[in-house]
Antibody
């Protein structure tokens, strides 16, 4: 069965960095674009980034552009989110999500999600 | 960015009721509209994609309709496990924006 397991969350001071991981299993990871979506405490969902199946293309929300970098290691079935220059408003549960489509296009239909990892930015 | 607006923001209903949730896009998104259910402390779950296609494993009491800018999620007969928050999301273009959510309460 499809499983996505995020890790790497924690408490970090403003201005510092953190890297999240998402370990995938139960499907051909290297065939699917992948996404990061976040949810601030008590708030709604915010899409953060998409990465093509081969890592060739990526797009970011304006709120994180220039500070966050999404990458993947298809040999290890793992998606990453490197977060730099963290701000208080980045505090959220970060979910990785699978794009339902395979190949060199996206659908932005998030058919499987991980359980999320909490990032708290606070001094 | 495409803005997604859901109504109502919250809704009180009873087991067995039929409920509808509306989602409006700030510009036409054809049928690039998805619906999610989120229970407290859990990840969102895909219910409907492409406006009206039922995701595998989702009960048939859930249905979606609409195209262009106006969309509806209908729950045919509420079950206890349906009390949750529902989100619409456009998959037409980046950034892939969500509605603010509709909390369905007893």
């Amino acid at each position: 069965q499809v499983q996505l397991v995020e890790s790497g969350g924690g408490v970090v001071q403003p201005g510092n960095s953190l890297t999240l991981s998402c370990a995938a299993s139960g499907f051909t990871f290297s065939s699917h674009p992948m996404h990061w979506v976040r949810q601030a405490p008590g708030k709604g969902l915010e899409w953060v980034a998409i990465l093509w199946y081969d890592g060739g293309n990526k797009y970011y929300a304006d709120s994180v552009k220039g500070r966050f970098t999404v990458s993947r290691d298809n040999s290890k079935n793992t998606l990453f989110l490197q977060m730099n220059s963290l701000r208080a408003e980045d505090t959220a549960v970060y979910f990785c999500a699978r794009d339902a489509r395979t190949g060199s296009t996206w659908s932005a239909v998030f058919d499987y999600w991980g359980q999320g990892t909490l990032v708290t930015v606070s001094s | 960015d495409i803005q997604m607006t859901q109504s109502p923001s919250s809704l009180s209903a009873s087991v067995g009721d039929r409920v509808t949730i509306t989602c409006r896009a700030s510009q036409s998104i054809d049928t690039y509209l998805n619906w999610f259910q989120q229970r407290p402390g859990k990840a969102p779950k895909l219910l409907i994609y492409a406006a009206s296609s039922l995701q595998s494993g989702v009960p048939s009491r859930f249905s979606g309709s609409g195209s262009g800018t106006d969309f509806i999620l209908t729950i045919g007969s509420l079950q206890p496990e349906d009390f949750a928050t529902y989100y619409c999301q456009q998959s037409y273009t980046t950034p892939f924006t969500f509605g603010q959510g509709t909390k369905l309460e007893i």
